[in-house]
């Protein structure tokens, strides 16, 4: 064996190397099946470690269409199998990646203890130690106080410029790009700005929605983009997705924590508490709104009843905690687009989805 995973508490997992190198991160697993390209580069997974529960991970290979952002997100990648495709993929993002070894018990372990620290040392003469020692570098998640730098754009970028829909300022706090894809699918114009927006720049845009995106971590490390919900609600509609949702709710009085291992795949179980339907959904967070202040709770977890949706007529909010945009899906909820465009004066247009 020519790898090693030190776990927090320090056992030292042994496996095999697909691409090398030492790294330390977050321990978590996702339960999907499907979409690891997409897993793959979703920022929100920026300073973790992904294990896939899956036993076979890459194949169907790796095209660039699917990606969410232009990186490997995940610090290293953990799974029973992964094939030549994706390995080689990750040794050229210098995204170290083992197998062989047993991702039941490590799955077992981050359901009983929570998600956990980890230390990753693989490749050539490496030895426990070595990951022990990345482990004992290792921060907890709410420790990155600045994950939004790395994760977001530098300066705007605006997508659809000529569209006739509404103008949705899109706070990206690690936004994955399904999101710019479905509001523009919508025709909605997308100013898409750093994480660090000033009201000033909110302004300049003059938005018909303000939309706070998915994004790495602990909520609380968003001050800029609560200040901008703080400022902004009631009169401008504002949206949010995963991360958004918990900082939309944190910044108007509710209260946000840390859940033991969180929901990460693409078959959870949420409940609209007005229709009472069921719907599918793909999800990754660690976090999950504990008060959601002045907002209702409209939709709910069924495995742990943590909230789903939030909404509130009277300061124009909607809010989901899952991802209605992911791909490859489930698409049961891409609904979500047209509700909060329909908050808008300009209100929603009908997808047009290209070839
Ligand atoms: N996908 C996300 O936006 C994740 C939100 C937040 N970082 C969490 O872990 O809960």
Redesign the pocket.
Known sequence: MDAYVALEGGRVVEARARAPGRTRGELVFTTAYTGYEESLT?P?YEEQVLTFSYPLVGNYGVRDERLESERVHPRAVVARELTDDVAEWLASEDVPAVDHLDTRDLVTSIREEGAMKCGIAAGEDVTPEDALAELAECKGMSEHVDIGKQVSVDAPTVYNADGAGADVALVDCGAKGSIVESLVERDATVHRLPYDATPADIEAVDPDLLFIS????D?KNFQAAQSLVTEFAGEIPLAG???GQ?VIADALGGETEKMAF?HRGVNQPVRDLRSGQVVMTTQ?????VADPGPLSVTQVNVNDDTPEGLESEDLGVITRQY?PEANPGPHDTLGFFDDVLAMTDVGARAPVVAD
């Open positions: 979703d929100s998915n994004g790495p971590g909520p997705i995963c991360l918990q969180g990754n967070h660690g976090y999950t991802h």
